[in-house]
């Protein structure tokens, strides 16, 4: 497969750092192609008689530049990785050789100061994330160690991450010192160079707001108001430090944890507990506010009470007097309250009487339903699922549908470069498995916001079941060794009257086999309200934030724990792999359904990467791209992607959620 051809500004940033008799600092904006033009300047460098090393880079990174060395024609030797599994005799050879080597900065500068490698024979360094090199770190000492002995040999540093020479006090300034460069090139997208390049051709961007629904709004807003005010506490315990930069808008970026603790490194060693715990909250928060808009009810749910379980023992188990002060805000029981009524109502356990037991019965004899159960039967009878569906699905699905109209009414002309493989870009594996579960189960003729309601029965499954195992546990740790006699629990036990227990089990039948809820949407599904009659209270005499569902989640738990004990885990029959083979094998209409798949009937789900990402748009060459959560530096790829192939059209849908931290 050949390589897509360079771009007029990378081809500009190749003249200019291309020389060996200057050593130059590279910063360019995330997603322009920094893999590219590091595998040309390696290639410019190959030669046995020269040593080059690669510093830095991670072992995907290593993968990812050997193959598009290859790629590029460099493959006798290319790209050779020194692993911590190479004896010293081994890398004392592979340095002889010369050539391009990657390794690890423990390894060469151990190989440096025993000199298992002749630091005057060291052609040149290239490294990478030059963002990470401070006066303490590693790759400044090797660096300091190869100026010593070398001054003829050329260092390139290179970064794509430019927001973190933004914070601190003349970061860039250090960066060069330590890498002992006077000349930097910085290339931001907004560059002259850079900007001709990519406006050239331009995609077809569909920009879709999402409504969140009110449940998610009011999570969202609570969030923002915690954020606010664990910012406020923490300017408030450190007055002495400048510490404006931090604000709300800057905690929607992942670098934000990281920016807090650059503003008080300075004074790390002397802050108090309360300090760092406020520092650890915005990252937590920060986290919540992702997750929010990322997962699905039930899996939010269960993080926002594993936060609360978090804080209430300590690791030893003992009550947790530390606690997040976030946690006992009402912002935080809006946030606990509002994300379970996304998932089910729970109300108090009561004990049916006979009377309403007989009337169920006379009314599921109208019905003819007798002996027909309504409900699962891993559902207790005291929780009624809600299970609000993420409007991005139903979002996600009108536009594969609008993706396959337009397929079938534009097919491609014939020599076209593009292919009518979909593409779907998420921001984490868990969203991608998300998203195929979503896609592979639901329901095309439902109505909209129940498509994916099977998949959403089988999360809440797991959910419960999850929860009480939980419980299970919990009970276990608390009773600890027993004491009683067996044989007199065996003794009180067959002293039960025979009768009871047929009159128990005719109970169960009777609670198992009834219908509590005969259509239309669950009790107060419709009318919030409503909720306030039936959702179990949580903390009415004392106001103590999230912290007040600690007993609500230890009593779900308990009660779980007891009612799905005897009920098969959630575990499905794996049928016989090999039997299903040869029986695929010796089908007639194999190729019908075990062929390739055709490229119009692909659709590929993958989570955003690094670089690795301009290599996947260049082999699969879609031509409709669905941004399932935005992100800037792959809307860069696209242009890139667009610009090096002439001649075809790609339309790119980008979907976010309404005013939301993801909107800015």
Known sequence: MASTPLLPFQKSILSAVHSTQLSDLIIMARGLGLRRIVCELLQHYDAPTSLVLLLNA???????????????????????????????????????????????????????????????SISGIIVLHAERVTPQSTEAFIIRLFRQNNTEGFLKA????????????????????????????????????????????????V????????YMKDIHGAIIQCIEGTLSDLKRNNTELNLDDLNVQSAYFRSFDMMAKRQLSSVWHRVGFRTKQLVGDLATLRRLLLYLLSYDPLG???????????NSTTATGQSNHNRSAWLTSDAAHIIFQSARRRCFVSSKQNKSSAAQNDAWDVLDEISG????????????????????????????????????DLIMRYPFPTGHPGTNNVLIMCSSDRTCNQIREFLSSMDPTAKAGSKGRKFMESRLRSYLFWKGKLGQDAKRGEAG??????????????????????????????????????????PGASNPAAFAAVERAINQNTREGAMGGEGVIKEEADELATFLNGIEPVTEDMPD????????LEADDFDEHYGLVQPDQLVVVRPYSDDTDDR??????????????PKLDFVRRIELYRSATPGLAVRVYVTMWDTSAEED
């Open 158 to 205: 290179f970064t794509d991450e430019p927001e973190h020479i933004t914070v601190g006090f003349s970061p860039l300034k250090d960066i060069m010192k330590e890498l002992q460069v006077r000349n930097v090139h910085i290339y931001p997208r907004f560059h002259e160079t850079v900007k001709e390049s990519l406006e050239r051709r331009k995609a077809d961007v």
């Open 577 to 584: 792999m090999a039997l299903l083979t040869q029986m695929a």
């Open 58 to 120: 991670t072992p995907s990174e290593e993968a990812g530049i050997g193959d598009e060395l290859g790629i590029m024609g460099c493959r006798k030797p290319g790209l050779r990785i020194v692993t911590f599994e190479m004896g010293s005799k081994d890398r004392q050879d592979l340095y002889r050789q010369g050539g391009l080597i990657s390794v690890t900065s423990r390894i060469l500068v151990v190989d440096m100061l025993l000199s298992d490698i002749s630091v005057e």
């Open 616 to 629: 996947v748009l260049s082999e699969i060459k879609p031509r409709f791209i669905i941004m399932y959560e």
């Open 207 to 214: 920009q879709i707001a999402v409504p969140m629904t009110s």
């Open 369 to 404: 339903t007798v002996g027909v159960p309504s409900r699962p039967s891993w559902l207790p009878d005291n929780i009624t699922p809600v299970l609000e569906e993420p409007p991005k699905w139903e979002t996600l699905t009108e536009t594969l549908l609008e993706i396959e």
């Open 300 to 310: 939010f749910q269960a993080y926002i009470e594993t936060i609360i379980a978090s």
């Open 481 to 522: 060794p027993s004491n009683e006699n067996p044989s007199h629990e065996m003794a009180v036990e067959s002293g039960v009257s025979e009768a009871l227990k047929r009159k128990d089990a005719r109970m169960k039948e009777r609670q198992a086999s009834r219908r509590r809820v005969r259509g239309g949407p669950p």
